[in-house]
């Protein structure tokens, strides 16, 4: 079984930045690539940005350049920030493996972007 805790939400302007965390519970985690995930108002959960065993990152269009994925595997944890938000960036934020574990999907934890 698996735990993925996510923290670091909150309300945030336009332009502003935010820190995301999640705290894995798993042994061997930095044998993981790790994904962020984001579900926006009526839309469906999408995968963002994913960072392999070994530290190699990718991300989609819409974030390339303004947000960094990041893990540190002592703490199993993974890290989103996020800079030069935008009102499309309002969504939940999700971690899981990459590809995903369906049934261990954490609470999430909700991004407001609002001037």
């Known amino acids: 079984q698996v735990q993925f805790v996510e923290s670091g939400g909150g309300l945030v302007q336009p332009g502003g930045s935010l820190r995301l965390f999640c705290v894995v519970s798993?042994?061997?985690?930095?044998?993981?690539?790790m994904g962020w995930y984001r579900q926006a108002p009526g839309k469906q959960r999408e995968l963002i940005t994913t960072i392999s065993n070994d530290g190699r990152t990718n991300y989609v269009d819409s974030v390339n350049g303004r947000f960094t994925i990041s893990r540190d595997n002592a703490k199993n944890t993974v890290y989103l920030q996020m800079d030069f938000v935008k009102l499309e960036d309002t969504a939940v934020y999700y971690c899981n493996v990459h590809p995903p574990l369906q049934e261990y999907w954490g609470q999430g934890t909700q991004v407001t972007v609002a001037s």
């Open positions: 798993r042994r061997l985690f930095s044998i993981y690539a």
